[in-house]
């Protein structure tokens, strides 16, 4: 442990050998800018992090939609694998790098929700301590990127895997930190097991309909689609702000207009995100068969986002042009209440 004007640099409790994972795996992992937090978590930063520190930077969408201050922000996991394979995620699928494990196994144990808090923290601390010589960058914000306010649990894998979700989401609160907790829809015992709610739920929607749904997720549980139907049953009976996040792939599941309303108006979220695939990480690997002509402009994804709107009677209210997504509105309520309240 160590001090730097006054801020407290701890090294974040990471276990070595990781023998639940290849390490080769997890030094590709590391390569990337992952730092992972002892035995199944991890933290990475945001660009829009170190954006938000500079002078003259830019936040992230979810600042201009929901007024978060995105260099407070912590981009983490508590788990790192996921019982789906996307074919535009930016992760790594192990199986496609040559690697035999299979991550959907539970491990022996799992990490107290206080430590992994605490880890979390400390390493956000240690990434983003390096910025302060950076000329560019605004000392008050720099300061600030010292005293986290939120935390993205959405950095990779499914999230819902950790056993002890509702701990480790109350332990974020009772330090002042809000969250926004981004499931891919399957965990649906999970889900109902929850004893806290996250600041914002988001689920990511896919595909419109079954036969997109299997070709882009290419799941490794089975009756993935049944699970995902199931989950939005429950998903739009929860009191707390719901998302759904959809990523449009230019020839690939821009389509269907209908099949996405159907989906809104069963899940019931108070705003949906339409975002533009990008051609990043694991999504340029070869066994994904995508490139980077299919990332749709942001006026293609504006127009499908209006074409959405008029299928499920929701209203595009903004978007966030550097991050090519528009965002949709439930009612009226829902889009003068979006601003989040955040410890200052």
């Given amino acids: 442990m160590g001090r ?74 508590p788990a790192v694998g996921c019982n789906l394979a996307c074919t535009f995620c930016w992760r790594i699928i192990p199986e496609e790098e040559g690697f035999k494990w299979n991550e959907i196994n539970a491990l022996p144990g799992w990490d107290d929700p206080a430590a992994i808090v605490d880890g979390l923290i400390g390493e956000h601390k240690r990434i983003t301590s390096g910025y302060k010589g950076n000329a560019d960058v605004e000392m008050q914000r720099w300061h600030e990127a010292q005293d986290p306010a939120h935390v993205a649990l959405s950095l990779t894998g499914e999230p819902l895997f950790y056993p002890r979700m509702g701990e480790l989401l109350s332990e974020f609160h009772r330090r002042g930190i809000s969250t926004f907790l981004v499931t891919n829809g399957t965990m649906t015992r999970a889900l109902r097991a929850l004893t806290v709610m996250p600041t914002q739920l988001y689920v990511s929607i896919q595909a419109p309909n079954r036969a997109l749904y299997e070709r882009i997720t290419r799941p490794k549980t089975p009756n993935a689609w049944e699970a995902f139907q199931s989950f939005l049953d429950v998903f739009s009976t929860l009191e707390t702000r719901r998302v759904f996040r959809l990523t449009l792939v230019r020839g690939v599941n821009m389509e269907d207009v209908e099949g996405y309303a159907e989906l809104i108006k069963r899940g019931r979220p108070h705003y949906v995100e339409v975002k533009g695939f990008s051609f990043v990480g694991g999504a340029r690997g070869e066994a994904r068969s995508l490139s980077y002509q299919q990332m749709p402009t942001m006026d293609e994804v504006l127009g499908f986002a209006e074409e959405m709107a008029k299928a499920s009677g929701y209203a595009v209210t903004d978007r966030h042009v550097q991050s090519r997504v528009a965002l949709l509105c439930r009612d009226a309520d829902a889009a003068r209440e979006r601003i989040i309240k955040f410890k200052k």
């Avoid at 390490?23 to 937090?37: D, I, S």
């Fill in 4 to 77: 730097e004007s006054g801020v407290v640099l701890q090294k974040a409790p990471e276990l070595e050998p990781r023998p639940h994972m290849p390490a080769l795996l997890a030094e590709k992992m590391r390569r990337q800018g992952y730092h992972f937090v002892g035995r199944h978590s991890a933290t990475k930063i945001c660009n829009y992090t170190a954006s938000s520190m500079k002078k003259h930077g830019d936040g992230c969408y979810k600042n201009r939609f929901y007024g978060i201050r995105s260099h407070r922000c912590i981009q983490a996991t």
